[in-house]
């Protein structure tokens, strides 16, 4: 089955709050489509919570929501709640932008603005009104040093940033959403677009953050999921089929279709 | 039937790889077709600059000079010479009188006339005195009307008409039979003795004579006047004035120089003072009195002569010194502006002693003699046409055929050296269309187009300066309307707008593109301007208060409640701002008036009542002009033709900014507009600045809006209130009165190019700065 077991994975963090992000029978919709059934389960604080499930089973749709970036797309409704430390992020006296601020995302496909490397770190400093020029130049470093990028850029942070590679500009994705300091971090398909050393890199850098955040990540890789997450949720056509530690669901799911998931025999 | 089978599917199998014949036909083809299209594009714009090129050229070459038949008269005493229209029958006249005509062709003599004047015999106490030949003592030839004026020793002068008569032989030859009649004879002074020089010129008034006399070793000039009136008969009957004296005041005279209209006398002394006397009441009397080279220079003048149109007169000296001097308004020192003599330019010249100045006919150049070389120089633009050296014998006169095509030089051995001239531009140069020129009659060296009037002695002003300074100008405002409007609009319509509305607004935008921009004019002309010109106040209260009232609403939204706020969904903001805009630009409207007649009132000073209208105001504080067609109107209409294709260029390239980018930066918590100005507008930044160009290239050359709105004066100013030329409008405007082929056709074609050369330059610029821009901000 899975060779994903055998990799050794830092024990999670539960000292935190165990209900950090509370999703309570959360549905949505496409306009007359429904994307996701209604379903409730909660992410604890600074562990790393893995969406796996075939394409369209709604994974990201749900990780999208959670800053609500789906707001761009016309015709979306939903019912139910999800609450980020006991908040709801649907509240009307709450503004987006400050939620965005909250929980930073990265995309499947890295996607740096066309200024140079340090621009793009201090981008959310930037557009919070930081104009600092010694608080801008720490919080570059800081950022680049977690994500792992500082000793590869620090000669040359007035580049462009398109001029690195895949990796590095992926890399450079995550110190642009954690300059600002979020709480969460969601991540979509963060490596499916790279190849097994820099995907290697990201999965280290993933181990390092989740002391301080929490990371909600959607995979196609089972491996990778195994390899990086504490808890694991299995989506499959918009139902959450089974959501546990990702020991128990890679060792012994509780649901067929999750086996026939992780087994291989479709997806 | 199973090999048949089997053979089938072998030969389907077969032709499925094979391409058939015609795509292979239909596909080399249509390569051909395509490269052929390419290729007749490049040559389509090359063949259009080279057009423009080869009309363009010839303003810039140099007069062609070539050497025609020598006629020698081999009459060693030469003095003057005259010839007909067609250059074909030249005449001398010697020191004695004596009139000889030659063929230019080949120099054959075809008819002499002898000068002989006599006394009347007179009888006294029976004993009669016979008739004594009269010595000529001076010559005067008028080889372009035709007349000879001889002085003779006893103090009166006989004038000649040369005539020729033309018959055309059997053959069609054109034969010429000159005959030479004697016109007028008479005394001009009252002293006998010998005419030492003679003029006859003929001005509005009538015919003067004037001649210059000795008298106990004094120079005297006397002036008379012969003045036909036609009575209502139809007879004319001739008053001869009394004899006036003229310059009685002058010592050491050198010269005396009289233009043919007989306006002023400029008498030259030996000093190097220049003393004019202008024509008042029946006399002349001394209006001003100069000295060519400079006041503290004692620089006698070597020759002088005045050039066509009579008011500037070319100054020679002795030490390569070229001037030209002239008759223009100058303010006095009583605050007067008066027409007096300046010096407007001071040429480079040949080197030597100067031996002649000769004017051509019908425009302003004139052959100068210096130092055994000759010189063609246009005086406006100070341009030598020509230079080339002078025959070796003393040089008598020189004319210049009527319509320039020609010029002979008679010399002291009675050679007559004639050269044909070919020089179709003499009057263009590139200080002409591009430099200040200083013009006869301006006050000061000037930028001046006026290519055409009503008079023949006028000199057409080209100067491409005020045209490409209005282009500038009228782009400019219109730009100013267009550019922030387009862009700010693009800008909400690609991101802020719902895309619904979007359908529907960025389809009624191109067809706001492709309104025919004479309707704009027309609109612009006949609506618009009289609107703005009558109110102008309220117009510029609305546009001033719409920025400060959309900042207005967006601090007074921002302060809403949150639930507030998002009852009006995303894009349907404008629901609220739009009627607060209206409302505010309503208010402002209605203010107009009272802030017109709180800060814009002024004394009217025809009824001498205090008025408040800004126009008035305008005029009195500022001293500038205001018309009602002016820069404002321009803007506001090129504008509106401009807004379209920038809005559609500049909306798809921020259309086409990746979504990737936008969600980026709103999930790292930028708002809306910081995400549009911080990374959707430097993304789209090379798109942007390619619809900017092509606005500005609309702009620039856009015609039918500028000839209806704009008035059309070539002035150059600033002020937004007045109206401007552009270079488009003017060659609408002229090119269908200009004869092809002449001076003026062919400045329209250089507006053309300079037009061309403009939106060339600025669009290289402005792609330089794209790829520049493209290359900072690219997207892998």
């Known amino acids: 089955m899975s060779n994903a077991r055998i990799q050794p994975r830092p024990v999670a963090d539960t000292t935190g709050r165990p209900d950090f992000i509370s999703i309570k029978n959360f549905g949505f919709w496409y306009g007359d489509k429904k994307a996701l059934e209604s379903m409730t389960f909660d992410i604890p604080e600074r562990q790393v919570v893995a969406f796996i499930g075939p394409s369209g089973c709604g994974k990201s749709t749900l990780l999208r929501n959670l800053n609500r970036m789906n707001d761009l797309v016309d015709g979306i409704s939903h019912e139910g709640d999800i609450a980020i430390k006991g908040q709801s992020i649907y509240d009307p006296g709450l503004e987006v932008i400050s939620l965005r601020r909250r929980v930073g995302m990265v995309f499947q496909k890295s996607n740096p603005f066309p200024k140079s490397i340090y621009e793009n770190v201090v981008f959310a400093l930037r557009v919070m009104g930081v104009n600092n020029r010694a608080v801008l130049d720490e919080a570059c470093e800081t950022s680049l040093r977690k994500a792992a990028l500082w000793d590869e850029v620090k000669d040359r942070l007035n580049d462009n940033a398109l001029g690195l590679s895949g990796g590095q500009m992926q890399r450079l994705c995550i110190a642009r959403a954690i300059a600002n300091r979020p709480e969460i971090l969601l991540m979509d398909e963060p490596c499916s677009a790279l190849d097994p050393i820099a995907t290697g890199k990201i999965e280290e850098l993933i181990h390092e953050l989740k002391t301080q955040f929490t990371i909600v990540i959607v995979t196609h890789s089972m491996q990778q999921a195994a390899r990086v997450s504490d808890r694991t949720a299995f989506f499959y056509l918009g139902k959450l089929i089974e959501y546990d530690t990702t020991e128990k669901i890679f060792m012994n799911p509780g649901q067929a279709q999750t086996e026939a998931y992780i087994s291989g025999r479709f997806g | ?780």
């Open chain 2, 1 to 780: 039937m199973e090999e048949n089978q089997s053979k089938s599917t072998e030969q389907l199998s077969e032709s499925r790889f094979q391409v058939s014949r015609s795509t292979l036909l239909i596909d080399s083809w249509m390569g051909r077709i395509i490269r052929l299209g390419g290729i007749s594009v490049v040559v389509a714009v090359f063949g259009m600059l080279g057009f423009l090129v080869s009309q363009i050229f010839p303003l810039f070459s140099k007069a062609k000079v070539e050497p025609l038949t020598l006629v020698d008269f081999t009459q060693a005493s030469s003095v003057a010479w005259g010839e007909d229209e067609y250059g074909e029958l030249p005449f001398s006249c010697d020191t004695k009188g004596n009139i000889t005509f030659r063929k230019a062709k080949d120099g054959s003599l075809v008819k002499t006339w002898t000068a002989d004047f006599k006394t009347t015999p007179i009888t006294l106490e029976g004993q009669t005195t016979p008739a004594v030949s009269i010595p000529v003592t001076a010559i005067k030839t008028y080889p372009r009307d035709g007349l000879v004026l001889l002085g003779l020793a006893d103090g009166s002068v006989r004038e000649l008409k040369i005539s020729y008569k033309i018959t055309f032989a059997k053959n069609g030859i054109r034969e010429l039979e000159p005959t030479v009649d004697l016109q007028y004879a008479g005394k001009i002074g009252e002293l006998n003795g010998p005419i030492l020089e003679a003029w006859s010129v003929k001005g509005p008034e009538g015919k003067l004579y004037l001649s210059r006399q000795q008298k106990d070793g004094h120079d005297v000039i006397t002036g008379r006047r012969l003045v036909e009136r036609k009575g209502l008969s139809g007879k004319a009957k001739v008053t001869v004035s009394e004899p006036f004296p003229i310059a009685a005041d002058v010592t050491d005279l050198e010269r005396v120089l009289v233009p043919s209209t007989a306006d002023s006398i400029l008498v030259i002394r030996k000093t190097g003072e220049v003393r004019v006397y202008d024509n008042s009441e029946n006399t002349f009397s001394l209006m001003q009195s100069f000295k060519p080279f400079g006041e503290a220079k004692n620089q006698t003048i070597a020759a002088a002569g005045f050039i066509f149109g009579n008011v500037s007169v070319v100054f020679q000296g002795n030490q390569n010194e070229e001037v030209v001097w002239s008759l223009y308004p100058q303010k006095q020192a009583d605050g007067q502006l008066l027409r007096r003599w300046g010096k407007i330019h001071d040429c480079e010249t040949l080197a030597g002693v100067g031996q002649g100045i000769f004017p051509a006919a019908g425009n302003k150049c004139y052959l100068s003699v210096a130092g055994g070389r000759m010189q063609i120089r246009n005086m406006t633009n100070e341009s030598i046409r020509w230079e080339g050296a002078a025959p070796a014998s003393p040089i008598q006169q020189v004319v210049f055929s009527r319509n320039y095509n020609r010029f002979s030089v008679l010399c002291e051995d009675g050679k007559l050296y004639r050269w044909s001239i070919t020089d179709h531009h003499p009057e263009a140069s590139w200080s002409t269309f591009f430099g200040k020129i200083w013009y006869e009659g301006a006050e000061a060296p000037d930028y001046t187009w006026q290519s055409s009037s009503g008079s023949d002695e006028f000199e057409a002003k080209y100067s491409l300066v005020p045209l490409i300074y209005g282009t500038v100008k009228g782009t400019f405002y219109a730009l100013l309307f267009a550019i922030p409007i387009a862009l700010l609009a693009a800008i909400y319509v690609s991101h802020f707008l719902r895309p619904e509305w979007k359908n529907v607004i960025k389809p009624l935008m191109e067809i706001m593109a492709s309104l025919p921009s004479v309707v704009l004019g027309f609109l612009a002309g006949l609506w618009l301007a009289p609107l703005v010109d009558t109110h102008l106040i309220p117009i510029l209260c609305v546009i001033a208060i719409l920025a400060p009232s959309a900042l207005l609403a967006g601090y007074v939204w921002s302060k809403l409640p949150q639930p507030v706020r998002r009852r009006v969904g995303a894009g349907w903001e404008f629901a609220y701002l739009f009627p607060f805009i209206v409302l505010c630009a309503y208010g402002a409207w209605q203010m107009g008036p009272l802030i017109e007649s709180t800060f814009f009132t002024v004394k009217d000073l025809a009824s001498g009542q205090n008025i408040s209208d800004f126009r008035e105001w305008w005029r009195q504080s500022t001293g500038l002009s205001y018309d009602a067609r002016n820069s404002l109107v321009v803007g506001f209409v090129m504008g509106f033709a401009v807004i379209p294709i920038v809005f559609t260029i500049a909306e798809d390239a921020l259309s086409n900014v990746p979504n990737s980018l936008i969600s980026g930066s709103l999930a790292l918590g930028a708002s809306r507009w910081q995400t549009v100005w911080t990374v959707v507008v430097p993304t789209a930044i090379s798109g942007i600045l390619s619809a900017i160009m092509i606005g500005f290239g609309r702009a620039v050359g856009e015609t039918m809006i500028v000839v209806m709105a704009t008035g059309n004066t070539a002035v150059m100013e600033a002020n937004p209130f007045n109206g401007m030329r552009t270079l488009s409008a003017n060659i609408a405007v002229e090119l269908p009165e200009a004869a092809a082929g002449e001076t003026h056709f062919r400045a329209l074609f250089l507006g053309a190019c300079c037009l061309f050369a403009l939106t060339f330059i600025v669009n290289t610029f402005a792609e330089i700065l794209r790829q520049r821009l493209r290359e900072r901000f690219k997207m892998n």
